[in-house]
């Protein structure tokens, strides 16, 4: 190959998920109309919206739990839409899924449930997976002593960071985070903001994140899409959209909340350029 064609090829974005001309419906109503976009290797993307608009709807629907009308939606290169489920399982296995309300099993401790996945969908000793369930309970900041727990046992802080856990059983590639913060105080919700930029940049893992919260797109999110009027309206960095002029956008980012969250992005990030630039 030659150096032109290698620049050229350096600058393609490696795209983790590519959706095209999505069309979703439910009987008369239509969910989403002609919706495109892509998440490349390595970002933290969050998908914004107002309530109904069909946020979680398209996060199910990339992980194959809904099927769309029409469209195309491809994972690591492959199309999902059609797949069987003994097909989709080697793809199920390079990603992780957090849901919003956990999804634990109650009637399992906390490393239960994460080591219930490993022998699940491995061959590993009993021994390898307890070492294992143990190593990611503490990669997402919890006590030692919290794998020992049940999940009502938990504050809601602690539940979210357990089934964080769980989804990071099979050292996933590509991690989906449904309303991460949704539920939580400010303080915990801080927590969970860090642990998911940290984790990115510690794994190097993809994240794609379905969310209402202002701050953590600001303090987190490389890259935002704004779903609303049934389509993509806007799509880039949080100070892309917040020059947006399109009505919907502006609320969503002027309103009393997104210019307090703004600030407050904002002071993060000038504080982190400071202590960069002290180093």
């Avoid at 957090?98 to 009637?107: C, D, P, V």
């Avoid at 990669?139 to 990071?168: H, V």
Wanted: hydrophobic share 45%.
């Amino acid at each position: 190959m030659s150096a032109a064609a290698n620049a050229a090829a350096t600058t393609v974005p490696d795209e983790v998920i590519e959706i095209r001309d999505l069309n979703t419906r439910f009987g008369d109503a239509v969910v989403h109309r002609d919706v495109s976009l892509s998440v490349r290797r390595g970002d933290i993307f969050a998908l914004v919206g107002g309530s109904g608009c069909g946020k979680s709807t398209l996060l199910r629907e990339i992980i194959m739990l809904q099927q769309p009308v029409s469209g195309s939606i491809r994972v690591f290169g492959q199309e999902v839409i059609g797949l069987s489920d003994e097909q989709a399982l080697p793809l199920r296995r390079r990603w992780g899924m957090m849901f919003e309300r956990g999804a634990l099993f109650s009637s399992l401790t906390v490393a239960e449930n994460v080591a219930m996945v490993l022998r699940e969908h491995t061959r590993l000793g009993a021994a390898l997976i307890d070492e294992i369930a143990a190593l990611k309970i503490a990669l997402t900041g919890l006590p030692a002593d919290a794998g020992s727990k049940y999940p009502s046992e938990l504050s809601g802080g602690m539940r979210k960071r357990a089934a964080l856990a769980r989804a990071l059983a099979l050292d996933p590639e590509l991690l989906f985070l449904d309303e991460p913060t949704a539920g939580l105080d400010p303080l915990s919700a801080a927590g969970i903001d860090e642990l998911v930029h940290q984790l990115r940049d510690a794994l190097g893992i993809t994240i794609m994140m379905v969310t209402h919260d202002l701050d953590l797109l600001w303090r987190a999110a490389d890259r935002v899409a704004v779903l609303g009027e049934e389509r993509i309206l806007g799509n880039g960095t949080m100070q892309e959209l917040a020059r947006s002029e399109h009505p919907i956008i502006r609320e969503y980012f002027y309103g009393p909340r997104g210019r307090g969250a703004r600030e407050q992005g904002t002071r993060v990030q000038g504080a982190g350029e400071q202590a960069w630039n002290r180093k």
